[in-house]
T-cell receptor, first 114, second 113 residues
Framework: QQQVKQSPQSLIVQKGGIPIINCAYENTAFDYFPWYQQFPGKGPALLIAIRPDVSEKKEGRFTISFNKSAKQFSLHIMDSQPGDSATYFC?????????????FGKGTHLIIQP | DAGVTQSPTHLIKTRGQQVTLRCSPK?????VSWYQQALGQGPQFIFQYYEEEERQRGNFPDRFSGHQFPNYSSELNVNALLLGDSALYLC????????????FGPGTRLLVL
């Protein structure tokens, strides 16, 4: 049972554009939603995370929007650069760590064209 | 400040063999989680160790076992390897009390022939 659904599977955006990656979750007990960035041959790197008490969080060029009633959250990358080309994963967990660890989406392969 | 380190970086085994992977957590972290990432997929939770005990376990068979040492480092052991065990094995560390905030190592790429 996939508890976190991520879309799109792949995305191509021109430099300077704003790629948007969406995730939906099923388990209402989740209360921690991180995004990870992974380059080929590397481990996932924590980008930004949000909790349900806020609807938006910004860190640098990365913004998470969160819709608790719809059980959806999304990642926006402002002024995207070719160096942002990577695979992005959304995830979900419970505060203090849940019984199943982090539950990941299947990933979005993002390409930023120069 | 050293991040999460893992060894070896790559490993090739044959079916039926056993393998041990190692992980050192980020400085100040006391909790270690292991994940399996198949090609083109998101990581899947195997188990988590804290205070040298397995706290939580995902949907993986008993062939997957682990250990945590007093210095918080950890090992993942896989017995009776199957072709389907070929994957990137990731270690993540965190602090107890904030164990959902996990930092990943570079992973060990395991190929089973």
């Amino acid at each position: 049972q996939q508890q976190v659904k991520q879309s799109p599977q792949s995305l191509i955006v021109q430099k300077g554009g704003i790629p948007i990656i969406n995730c939906a979750y099923e388990n209402t007990a989740f209360d921690y939603f991180p995004w990870y960035q992974q380059f080929p041959g590397k481990g996932p790197a924590l980008l930004i995370a949000i909790r349900p008490d806020v609807s938006e969080k910004k860190e640098g060029r990365f913004t998470i929007s969160f819709n608790k009633s719809a059980k959806q959250f999304s990642l926006h990358i402002m002024d995207s650069q070719p160096g942002d080309s990577a695979t992005y994963f959304c995830a979900a967990d419970y505060s203090g760590g849940g019984a199943d660890g982090l539950t990941f989406g299947k990933g979005t392969h993002l390409i930023i064209q120069p | 400040d050293a991040g999460v380190t893992q060894s070896p970086t790559h490993l090739i085994k044959t079916r039926g063999q056993q393998v041990t992977l190692r992980c050192s957590p980020k400085s100040g972290h006391d909790t270690v989680s292991w994940y399996q990432q198949a090609l083109g997929q998101g990581p899947q939770f195997i188990f988590q160790y804290y205070e040298e005990e397995e706290r939580q376990r995902g949907n993986f068979p008993d062939r997957f076992s682990g250990h945590q040492f007093p210095n918080y480092s950890s090992e993942l052991n896989v017995n009776a390897l199957l072709l389907g065990d070929s994957a990137l094995y990731l270690c993540a560390s965190s602090r107890q009390g904030a164990s959902e905030t996990q930092y990943f190592g570079p992973g060990t790429r395991l190929l089973v022939l």
